[in-house]
């Protein structure tokens, strides 16, 4: 529970949370802190529990599940986090020629937000945030144990993750096909996401290079909730080199 | 493996090509199962340890009222006491998924409701052995306390989300374990 790395200490918790598990690891702190450190981890659990209440589709009274259910016509006022993610979400349908659709192909157009209000156009527009939202949880919560004064850490959402500070992360890929996990690398003060597509994986690699195998994408860059969505554009387009990348100082792994 | 461009504003250090390194098992130790009940009802000044043994009867109200099956005719449940008063119920399970062991420990409060869910190891097996009674024997009995520990430096799984479904079901089967506890007087 509380490894040394690099002289620093350690102290790290995982709750069930966006269905998935979250892991929040602390540095920087003493042994004798521990109890405290634990739980400060509450600060990063708390803030995902928060975007998850806006965010998911699956919780009823949500900013989403309320749009799902809306008829057209109807304004929905919404909170800060699903702005944030809307916002992010409208920019990327536009930079990667539909490629990133959170209507998931119901009705790409069938939304429109407009000073934290989100109009509903179509009938048929339905909004699933699972290819951008956990990584934006990872941002507001990692956010969230910075202001708190906390000097490093990291916080991984099911594999999309980011560390801050002074925290080190060894990466390791998990083999989805096959289970077990191999070395990828190290991060530092930075997002790391990674996608699985395949025959039972909600990504689709569509180029016909790929098509024969089922694969993984990851993505690093500075913010988790683009680190998160641009695996889903990659997986899309099977491009590691799509403009977006650059645009966001991102980088791409076929793997 | 193949690549993006350079102008990544965030460092990765690459350790190998992919496609040629080996799988590793994974395990890290979170809390142990005191850790996590302590977190849970911090005001606490004891928890009791007590048994709960449900008969064939029981076992079928526990499976109706969970919708998932019962699993174990036997439960241990920490009971979280303040100056002789009954706080709520700490009760710690394992479950299975597609390659990971995960044990985990639930917090239920004297009204019923989950406090708090929290995990207390995960262990990643190399592939499919995690469905050969050998690999999942040799962490019968291993409280987080005295843990195998496999890698004990700081790193983080990345790979398509991993679903937490299992847990979500463990969780609704402790919760009903809980409450026919309570009904049956075993936890009175």
Not at chain 1, 44 to 61: M, V, Y
Not at chain 1, 102 to 116: D, T
Not at chain 2, 70 to 83: D, G, P
Request: hydrophobic content about 45%.
């Amino acid at each position: 529970m509380s490894p040394m790395h690099g002289g620093a200490h350690v102290v790290r918790r995982a709750r069930p949370l966006l269905g998935t598990l979250i892991e929040v690891g602390l540095c920087g702190t003493r042994a004798s802190d521990d109890a405290r450190t634990l739980a400060a981890c509450d600060i990063a659990f708390d803030a995902i529990a928060i975007a998850q209440a806006c965010l998911s589709r699956f919780e009823r009274g949500s900013d989403i599940a309320r749009f799902n259910a809306a008829a057209a016509g109807t304004w929905i006022d919404v909170q800060a986090d699903t702005d944030i993610v809307l916002s992010a979400a409208q920019r990327l349908f536009d930079d990667s020629d539909g490629l990133f659709d959170v209507s998931l192909g119901s009705a790409p157009s069938g939304w429109l937000l407009r000073e934290r209000r989100l109009y509903k156009l179509d009938a048929a527009a339905e909004i699933d945030l699972g290819g951008i939202g956990k990584g934006h949880a990872v941002d507001r919560a990692v956010q969230a144990l910075q202001r708190a004064g906390i000097v490093g850490g990291w916080v991984n959402a099911g594999g999309d993750l980011r560390s801050f500070g002074k925290a080190e992360l060894e990466l390791k890929l998990r083999d989805e096909q096959r289970g077990g996990v191999v070395e990828f690398g190290h991060l530092h003060d930075g997002a790391f996401a990674t996608s699985c597509f395949g025959p039972a994986a909600r990504s689709r690699l569509s180029t016909a290079q790929h098509a024969a195998r089922p694969s993984h994408v990851s993505v690093a860059a500075p913010s988790c909730l683009m680190a998160d969505a641009l695996t889903k554009v990659v997986a899309a387009c099977g491009d590691v080199r799509h403009p977006l990348l650059a645009q966001s100082c991102a980088q791409a792994w076929l793997h | 493996m193949s690549s993006g461009g350079p102008a990544s504003g965030v460092v990765v250090t690459l350790t190998t090509a992919l496609a040629l390194a080996p799988t590793a098992a994974f395990a890290i130790d979170y809390l142990s199962a005191d850790q996590a009940a302590q977190l849970m009802f911090p005001q606490a000044d004891r928890f009791e340890a007590r048994t709960v043994t449900f008969d064939a009867e029981q076992l079928r109200r526990l499976e109706a009222a969970a919708g998932v099956s019962a699993r174990s005719a036997r439960w241990q449940v920490r009971v979280a006491q303040r100056a002789g008063a009954t706080l709520g119920f700490v009760v710690v399970d394992d479950v299975i998924g597609k390659f990971e062991l995960i044990s985990y420990a639930v917090g239920i409060g004297a009204d019923g409701a989950i406090r708090q869910v929290e995990v207390l190891s995960y262990r990643e097996s190399h592939g499919h052995e995690i469905r050969l009674p050998a690999w999942r024997k040799q962490f019968v009995g291993k409280d987080s306390s005295a843990p195998l520990r496999v890698g004990e430096d700081i790193a983080n799984i990345s790979g398509a989300t991993l679903s937490c479904s299992h847990v979500t079901e463990g969780v609704k089967r402790i919760v009903a374990v809980i409450e026919l506890a309570r009904q049956t007087g075993a936890l009175a």
